[in-house]
Nanobody
């Protein structure tokens, strides 16, 4: 079992930045591809960023490419999502997820999920 706990969400004005962190426990994340999803009420989860086991490959949704950066520190069992130039449409609950399989088009079937952290961007 892997437990994932996100932090770093909050409220920010458009154009601002936030850094989300996801700390894992129970098992090392080095054997998992990791990703960040977001969900708006009434909509499906969207994979916005993902990173392969060693960090050598990444995926970004078109909507966040160039503004978000995913990174990982396997020694600290932590994954990060640096979000810059935030837009009102980035408002959502952001979830950290772990998947045993890497997919260059984003994580497809994560095995583990965090509880989520709210990000609110105001104009």
């Amino acid at each position: 079992q892997v437990q994932l706990v996100e932090s770093g969400g909050g409220s920010v004005q458009a154009g601002g930045s936030l850094r989300l962190s996801c700390v894992a426990s129970g098992r090392t994340i080095s054997s998992f591809a990791m990703g960040w999803f977001r969900q708006v009420p009434g909509q499906e989860h969207e994979c916005v960023a993902a990173i392969s086991w060693s960090g050598g490959s990444t995926y970004y949704a078109v909507s966040v490419k160039g503004r978000f950066t995913i990174s990982r520190d396997n020694a600290e069992n932590t994954v990060f999502l640096q979000m810059t130039n935030l837009k009102t449409e980035d408002t959502a609950v952001y979830y950290c997820a772990a998947d045993r399989a890497w997919n260059s088009l984003g994580l497809r079937s994560p095995h583990y999920w965090g509880q989520g952290t709210q990000v609110t961007v105001s104009s």
